[in-house]
């Protein structure tokens, strides 16, 4: 496979459920981003990591917790969300982290949270 | 803060009429700007990349976008829409120093038979 890939591409979860959100790059990049789309809201930036080091967490809520094992896969995992937590979630991959490096995007993760 | 905005939310064209779809952002100092296309049920695709040197940038599909510095300002256009252009389109602007792309909120285009 090439370029960004997403597992799984929809996903139903209860609020009590746990889950978990992959991402693997075969761009041989060093950085990883998790966005979050929600309809009508502009592109949320929620974690970045470089060389597997976090280097950005957006405020966001703990029931999300990003894992990098290695610079190619990125994970994030879900616990006890809310219902506003349901959107479309976006892994990246660029060379470098930044804002100066195109970043590639994946398919993206529909979630629904019942 | 870094910001970017398109003011135009939906557009509407005809098949074969040109597009001018708006950017304007705010950046402290020189920007890398970005346009990427993004299909139903798809991750984002870039179209095009600025950071230096010509300000008219050419990109994929057909697509140019011209940076004016003094409209704070990176229009993307297109001479003729073909219908598989249907999409949203997000402009983006990042820099240096580790500042991440902040994207505006999108425009969604229609194109009409």
């Known amino acids: 496979e090439t370029g960004v890939t997403q597992t799984p591409r929809h996903l139903v979860m209860g609020m009590t459920n746990k889950k978990s959100l992959k991402c693997e790059q075969h761009l041989g990049h060093n950085a990883m981003y998790w966005y979050k789309q929600s309809a009508k809201k502009p592109l949320e930036l929620m974690f970045v990591y470089n060389f597997k080091e976090q280097t950005e967490n957006n405020s966001v809520p703990s029931r999300f917790s990003p894992e990098c094992p290695n610079s190619s896969h990125l994970f994030l995992h879900l616990h006890t969300l809310q219902p506003e937590d349901s959107a479309l979630y976006l892994c990246a991959s660029s060379r470098s982290a930044g804002g100066s490096d195109t970043q590639y995007f994946g398919p993206g993760t529909r979630l629904t949270v019942l | ?113």
Not at chain 2, 16 to 38: D, H, I, K, M
Not at chain 2, 48 to 67: C, H, N, P, R
């Open chain 2, 1 to 113: 803060a870094q910001s970017v905005t398109q003011p135009d939310i939906h557009i509407t064209v005809s098949e074969g009429a040109s597009l001018e779809l708006r950017c304007n952002y705010s950046y402290g100092a020189t920007p890398y700007l970005f346009w990427y296309v993004q299909s139903p049920g798809q991750g984002l695709q870039l179209l095009l990349k600025y950071f230096s040197g010509d300000t008219l940038v050419q990109g994929i599909k057909g697509f140019e976008a011209e940076f004016k510095r003094s409209q704070s300002s990176f229009n993307l256009r297109k001479p003729s829409v073909h219908w598989s252009d249907a999409a949203e389109y997000f402009c983006a602007v990042g820099g240096n120093a580790g500042n991440m792309l902040t994207f505006g909120g999108g425009t969604r285009l229609m194109v009409k038979p």
